[in-house]
C-alpha cells in the first residue's frame, strides 16, 4: 500500500504562485507514474498533470499549459506542482495520484493510489 501527502496549497491572489508537494510511502518511488487532478465544488475531478515513470515524459492539461509545471525528486520520494500565473478557476481541491509502473497519462481510473488533497484557493 501507498501513501500519498500532498501540502502546499493554500490562499492566493490572482497571477500568484504556489508549490504543491505530495510525498509518497512508495519504496520504488521511482517507478511510479504520478499525475495531479483537481476538482473544483459542483464539478468533476478533472487532469491537470502528469509525468511517465520510465522517460520523464510530461503532459498538461491545456487549461494550465504553460502555467503549471510538474517535477519529481526520486531521492525524496516527492512529486511537485508548481503553478503559476494562478487564476480563480483554478481554485479546487489538488489530488496527486500514483500509477505503479504504467503510463499513467489523463485518465483517473488508470492511477492506483491517491492523496487526501489540499485546497487551493484563487481570490480575483
Known amino acids: 500500500q501507498v501513501q500519498l501527502v500532498e501540502s502546499g496549497g493554500g490562499l492566493v491572489q490572482a497571477g500568484g504562485s504556489l508549490r504543491l508537494s505530495c510525498a509518497a510511502s512508495a519504496r520504488t518511488f521511482s517507478t511510479y507514474s504520478m499525475g495531479w487532478f483537481r476538482q473544483a465544488p459542483g464539478k468533476e475531478r478533472e487532469f491537470v498533470a502528469a509525468m511517465y515513470w520510465a522517460v520523464g515524459t510530461t503532459y498538461y492539461a491545456d487549461s494550465v499549459k504553460g502555467r503549471f509545471t510538474i517535477s519529481r525528486d526520486n531521492a525524496k520520494n516527492t512529486v511537485y506542482l508548481q503553478m503559476n500565473s494562478l487564476k480563480p478557476e483554478d481554485t479546487a481541491v489538488y489530488f496527486c495520484?500514483?500509477?505503479?509502473?504504467?503510463?499513467?497519462?489523463?485518465?483517473?481510473?488508470?492511477?492506483?493510489?491517491w492523496g487526501q488533497g489540499t485546497q487551493v484557493t484563487v481570490s480575483s
Open positions: 495520484a500514483a500509477d505503479y509502473k504504467g503510463y499513467g497519462g489523463r485518465a483517473a481510473a488508470a492511477y492506483d493510489y
